[in-house]
């Protein structure tokens, strides 16, 4: 029998690199997040939006401000105008979009499979997915509340009617208000690995978030408690929206909390037991 050569063993032998690392994954979903354009325009909206509605909303009352009627400026709320409702809806719009895009947009492409031989294991990708968006939303979250609350109230002492961060209310707003960017993008992320199509799971995220609470009752007990265990509600509740407060049947600090902490957790598994039990 004519022996085999060495070098013919080795070239037959199945080449079998090392195991991704988690930390590998996490660089390798930064490096993709980041190649979207549309991830440059939708975090440069979050920040213009956050700054000039805040600006705008500070201004209006600084100007108008000496025709207030004392009971007026008793009732005055500053922090409100650092987190005017009609300017953060595209703040909401944008991180839900921003998270649907990062998985519907690799499915729609065809780039997902591409991953998955690479990396079979597609729980750990989609928690590396999970990772890098929640990080980096709470980075654009932390900073668009800071500097719209600064700004804000640095217009606003002017007349001396800012707020100080040091006042309980206004840390909780600055606080919901920059987890509010993670929060409504990791719901996009799951509703993306839901539908795996770019324009219907936009769509279906704006919807979720923005006309969803149109549709209930706030005047009616069980309507107003599925109305408040909406993302958009709770946040609205967190800074004290002045057109909430008033609902017979607001929702509670804790119970807001609750909803900002359950909406991502669900959204994140939904995506990881999807992902994982569906063909690409």
């Not at 994954?25 to 490096?31: D, M, P, R, S």
């Not at 040091?166 to 993670?182: I, K, M």
């Amino acid at each position: 029998m004519t022996p085999v050569p060495a070098s013919a063993t080795r070239s037959a032998a199945p080449l079998i690199g090392p195991r991704a690392r988690f930390r590998d994954l996490v660089a390798a979903e930064w490096i993709k997040l980041w190649s979207l354009r549309s991830t440059y325009g939708s975090l440069a909206l979050i920040a213009v939006s956050a700054v000039l509605f805040s600006a705008r909303a500070a201004l209006a009352d600084q100007y108008n401000w000496p025709d207030y009627s004392p009971e007026r400026r008793a009732a005055f709320d500053p922090i409100h105008d650092a987190f005017p409702e009609e300017g953060w809806l595209f703040i909401i719009l944008a991180a839900g979009a921003v998270g649907a895009l990062m998985i519907a947009g690799e499915y729609a492409s065809g780039q997902i499979r591409t991953t998955f031989a690479a990396v079979p294991a597609r729980r750990a990708v989609v928690a590396a997915k999970v990772v890098v968006l929640g990080a980096v939303m709470l980075v654009v979250g932390v900073l668009a509340a800071a500097a719209s609350f600064w700004l804000s109230q640095a217009i606003l002492a002017d007349r001396q009617a800012g707020a100080s961060i040091g006042e309980p209310q206004a840390l909780r707003a600055v606080v919901a208000s920059a987890l509010l960017l993670p929060v409504c993008a990791l719901i996009g992320f799951g509703v993306g690995a839901l539908v795996r199509h770019t324009a219907p799971a936009i769509v279906i995220t704006a919807t979720l978030l923005l006309l969803a609470p149109m549709a209930f009752d706030i005047s009616n007990r069980w309507t107003a408690v599925a109305h408040n265990a909406l993302p958009v509600p709770a946040w609205e509740r967190l800074v004290g929206n002045p057109y909430v407060l008033p609902n017979l049947h607001v929702a509670t600090v804790a119970g807001s909390w609750t909803v900002f902490a359950v909406w991502p957790l669900v959204a994140a598994l939904l995506a990881t037991v999807v992902v994982h039990r569906r063909e690409p």
